[in-house]
C-alpha cells in the first residue's frame, strides 16, 4: 500500500527554520517523482519544490528560491524540505506527494493534480512572531 506521511510543521517566528519531513512506503522515492506543495486557506494548492526520479533535477517556486531546499534521502527512502529564513506569507498546510516523471520537473510541479496521484496527510507551518 502507497503511503507517505509528512513531519516537521509548527509554529515558528519570521526568520526561523523548519524541516519538513516525507516518508515513504509500499513504493521508492528515488523511482517516483516527489514534490511539496501546499494550501493556504482559500487559496490554490501550488506548488512549492518538487524533485524529479533517477537524477533528481529540481524545482523551485520563485518564491521560496534561496530560502528552500528539496533534498531525498534513498537509504531512509525519505525526501525533505529544508525551509529557512520563512515569513508569514509561508503560513499554510504543506503536503507532499508522488508521481511518475513523465515529463520536466518544473511542469509537473505547476500542475500538482494532474501528475501527482498520492498524497499525504499534510502538515501545518505557521509563521507568526
Known amino acids: 500500500q502507497l503511503q507517505l506521511v509528512e513531519s516537521g510543521g509548527g509554529l515558528v517566528q519570521p526568520g526561523g527554520s523548519l524541516r519538513l519531513s516525507c516518508a515513504a512506503s509500499?513504493?521508492?522515492?528515488?523511482?517516483?517523482?516527489i514534490g511539496w506543495f501546499r494550501q493556504a486557506p482559500g487559496k490554490e494548492r501550488e506548488g512549492v519544490s518538487c524533485?524529479?526520479?533517477?537524477?533528481?533535477?529540481?524545482y523551485y517556486a520563485d518564491s521560496v528560491k534561496g530560502r528552500f531546499t528539496i533534498s531525498r534521502d534513498n537509504a531512509k527512502n525519505t525526501v525533505y524540505l529544508q525551509m529557512n529564513s520563512l515569513k508569514p506569507e509561508d503560513t499554510a498546510v504543506y503536503y507532499c506527494?508522488?508521481?511518475?516523471?513523465?515529463?520536466?520537473?518544473?511542469?509537473?510541479?505547476?500542475?500538482?493534480?494532474?501528475?501527482?496521484?498520492?498524497w499525504g496527510q499534510g502538515t501545518q507551518v505557521t509563521v507568526s512572531s
Open positions: 506527494a508522488a508521481g511518475a516523471s513523465i515529463t520536466a520537473v518544473q511542469v509537473m510541479c505547476k500542475s500538482p493534480r494532474a501528475f501527482y496521484h498520492y
Open positions: 509500499g513504493f521508492t522515492v528515488v523511482n517516483s517523482a
Open positions: 524533485i524529479s526520479s533517477g537524477d533528481g533535477s529540481t
